[in-house]
T-cell receptor, first 115, second 115 residues
Framework: AQKITQTQPGMFVQEKEAVTLDCTYD???????LFWYKQPSSGEMIFLIYQGSYDEQNATEGRYSLNFQKARKSANLVISASQLGDSAMYFCAMRGSGGYQKVTFGTGTKLQVIP | GAGVSQSPRYKVAKRGQDVALRCDPISGHVSLFWYQQALGQGPEFLTY????????KSGLPSDRFFAERPEGSVSTLKIQRTQQEDSAVYLC?????????????FGPGTRLTVT
């Protein structure tokens, strides 16, 4: 079974500052994938970034980076230079091995960017 | 190209009524997923199709829930004899599905309210 834990129900960050959203996971799979999604108040889930378990480098996508620490089973999302439009719910998610694509989501972190 | 679309966006049903929720995935996407998202929670997996084959329906909460994707494209989630606990947002997602990272692209969701 896979489990995703997000321990921060809510976070505040000042505009233009960086923020880290925490995610830990548990799985018995050797091969797996980790995702972060953003859900604005409009409700649509937006794919942000992906990290494969065998990727040696941390994933980056523009202002988003994933701090992957495999031994600690953590996959924190770092958002640099926060913008007001970053205010949203953020979900960490995990996919199991191979082509089996079922994804397990965490409970989310609500990020609010303060002007 | 068009994203994932879902209809209706909002549905109010009286307890005991049957409802049908439709999902149009991104053209060419092999995999299709249904999730249930309760207020303030992360999406919970319901079921997964690869083309027309339903590979996993372990998340369907009861035999009142039924999903189909007969031609490997459009999918319908049907809920029979709706109950108040079925009130939630139902999200559909699709992915190309043939190679990693298998990221999923979500529709806007259908908000179901059972009165």
């Amino acid at each position: 079974a896979q489990k995703i834990t997000q321990t921060q129900p809510g976070m505040f960050v000042q505009e233009k500052e960086a923020v880290t959203l925490d995610c830990t996971y548990d799985t018995s799979d050797q091969s797996y994938g980790l995702f972060w999604y953003k859900q604005p108040s409009s409700g649509e889930m937006i794919f942000l970034i992906y990290q494969g378990s065998y990727d040696e480098q941390n994933a980056t996508e523009g202002r988003y980076s994933l701090n992957f620490q495999k031994a600690r089973k953590s996959a924190n999302l770092v958002i640099s230079a926060s913008q007001l439009g970053d205010s949203a719910m953020y979900f960490c998610a995990m996919r199991g091995s191979g082509g089996y694509q079922k994804v397990t989501f965490g409970t989310g972190t609500k990020l609010q960017v303060i002007p | 190209g068009a994203g994932v679309s879902q209809s209706p966006r909002y549905k109010v049903a009286k307890r005991g009524q049957d409802v049908a929720l439709r999902c149009d995935p991104i053209s060419g996407h092999v995999s299709l997923f249904w999730y249930q998202q309760a207020l303030g929670q992360g999406p919970e997996f319901l079921t997964y199709f690869q083309n027309e084959a339903q590979l996993d329906k372990s998340g369907l909460p009861s035999d009142r829930f039924f999903a189909e994707r007969p031609e490997g494209s459009v999918s319908t989630l049907k809920i029979q004899r709706t109950q108040q606990e079925d009130s939630a947002v139902y999200l559909c997602a699709s992915s190309f599905g043939l190679q990693a990272p298998y990221e999923q692209y979500f529709g806007p969701g259908t908000r179901l309210t059972v009165t």
